[in-house]
């Protein structure tokens, strides 16, 4: 429905912009086809019924504009770095074209992947995501938690941005111990929601390759 395809591409508007964000900033960005998916059942339930598949629709469509949008961040930065000149309009056609040739590549892609091996390869996130739109179709799911940490995140943002009641960096210098030493550490929600979802394991070898990079290596 057209209904169903608007807030699809309102959703992954939304999920792409905090998708580069997060890529040009700490390399890695997290899936959102379960919170849109959730965000879908809800703002549908509030403007009367939906089916299974105007929601499947909805998350499918806003989980694209997110891939392409980490696709983007994650190789157009190396553009720029070689020298490569990139305006909007180029921009816009090679973040179009790799949409399009993702998924003209999974159409012959599907049937050996998902039919065939189905039994073998679970698609954790997927099989999640459909057990999500199910349980929305009997009644059973609520997005009180997305909208909940959408709200704690952004009173976090306005009370530092604007009302400056804390910086962006708190850092302490090690003084004559160690010269020119310091311990810096950044208060953001978007840091501390992306560690949650990749678990204290991923947390910990991102924590162990930054110490190596800056205290080894440079």
Same mark, same amino acid.
């Given at each position: 429905?057209?209904?169903?395809?608007?807030?699809?591409?309102?959703?992954?508007?939304?999920?792409?912009?905090?998708?580069?964000?997060?890529?040009? *900033?700490?390399?890695?960005?997290?899936?959102?086809?379960?919170?849109?998916?959730?965000?879908?059942?809800?703002?549908?339930? *509030?403007?009367?019924?939906?089916?299974?598949?105007?929601?499947?629709?909805?998350?499918?469509?806003?989980?694209?504009?997110?891939?392409?949008?980490?696709?983007?961040?994650?190789?157009?930065?190396?553009?720029?770095?070689?020298?490569?000149?990139?305006?909007?309009? *180029?921009?816009?056609?090679?973040?179009?074209?790799?949409?399009?040739?993702?998924?003209?590549?999974?159409?012959?892609?599907?049937?050996?992947?998902?039919?065939?091996?189905?039994?073998?390869?679970?698609?954790?996130?997927?099989?999640?995501?459909?057990?999500?739109?199910?349980?929305?179709? *009997?009644?059973?799911?609520?997005?009180?938690?997305?909208?909940?940490?959408?709200?704690?995140?952004?009173?976090?943002?306005?009370?530092?941005?604007?009302?400056r009641f804390w910086g962006d960096v708190a850092s302490w210098s090690f003084g004559r111990a160690l010269p020119g030493g310091?311990?810096?550490?950044?208060?953001?929600?978007?840091?501390l929601g992306v560690g949650y979802v990749l678990g204290l394991r991923v947390a910990l070898v991102m924590l162990a390759g930054?110490?190596?990079?800056?205290?080894?290596?440079?």
């Amino acid at each position: 429905t057209l209904r169903a395809l608007a807030l699809g591409s309102m959703l992954g508007i939304a999920c792409a912009a905090s998708s580069v964000y997060l890529g040009l *900033k700490v390399g890695l960005t997290v899936s959102a086809s379960i919170p849109i998916a959730v965000l879908s059942i809800t703002l549908f339930r *509030k403007l009367g019924h939906s089916s299974i598949h105007e929601n499947n629709i909805v998350q499918t469509t806003g989980s694209a504009g997110e891939s392409i949008a980490a696709g983007v961040a994650f190789t157009l930065p190396s553009l720029l770095l070689m020298g490569f000149e990139l305006e909007l309009l *180029k921009t816009t056609l090679i973040a179009l074209l790799g949409g399009a040739l993702g998924v003209l590549m999974m159409v012959p892609l599907r049937r050996g992947l998902i039919v065939r091996e189905k039994e073998r390869l679970p698609y954790p996130e997927g099989t999640a995501c459909a057990q999500v739109l199910l349980a929305g179709e *009997k009644g059973g799911i609520s997005a009180r938690t997305v909208f909940a940490g959408l709200g704690a995140g952004g009173a976090f943002a306005l009370l530092g941005g604007l009302g400056r009641f804390w910086g962006d960096v708190a850092s302490w210098s090690f003084g004559r111990a160690l010269p020119g030493g310091s311990f810096a550490i950044e208060p953001n929600p978007a840091l501390l929601g992306v560690g949650y979802v990749l678990g204290l394991r991923v947390a910990l070898v991102m924590l162990a390759g930054g110490v190596l990079s800056y205290c080894v290596l440079i």
